[in-house]
């Protein structure tokens, strides 16, 4: 197998790179983005739990030892839960814009790879092409399976780009998406959570 790789020649070495960011990015990514740790059960009891006229220093004093995406923007909600309306709701989405980032960080590097790895193996099998015929052209055709050797070493950077661009696109279109959904479950949360506080803010007793 270390033959076979290495046949391919230089461009070999960034693939390899390329294949091993991927699996470190994936894995760390899948880790990051479990439900459990982007919206943890207990955070989004005390999000379904916050009701006008309570007392929520002990939510916002649960979110802050707890930070993450969901109850970070959460305790901002719950610390301007005094404030005009119009204030608590810019408080919630600056919040949103300055977190829910965070849920897409080294995702672009994924899709980078996704992208560059199918290109460098093209790269290789054509520098490999070019060597194979620059060989061609100074000694004759000679053996036309030493011919077929060559083309079928150029191919193998081709087939290693592909091999290592495919799955990690497919993981990074699957970590993107799951992203969104919780990007997008967040701020309904927060969307919840706002209109019961204006509910508060109106005089109203109920949720």
Known sequence: MFEFLASGGPIMIPLGLCSVLGVILTIERSLALRRSVVIPREIL??????QPGKDFSMAISVCARN???????LRVGLEHSEASFEVARESLLDAGRQETPRLER??????????????LGLLGTVLGMIK??????ASG???PQVLSAGISEAMITTATGLAIGIPVLVAHNLLAARAESYAVEIEAQ???????????LNGETGP
Request: net charge negative.
């Open 45 to 50: 009891h005390i999000a379904e739990a916050a």
């Open 67 to 73: 930070p993450g995406v969901f109850s970070d923007i």
């Open 106 to 119: 080294n995702l672009v590097w994924l899709e980078t790879i996704a992208q560059a790895a199918p290109l």
């Open 132 to 137: 194979t015929f620059a060989s061609i052209s």
């Open 141 to 143: 055709l000679g053996d």
């Open 190 to 200: 927060a969307s919840r959570l706002l209109a019961r506080l204006q509910g508060r």
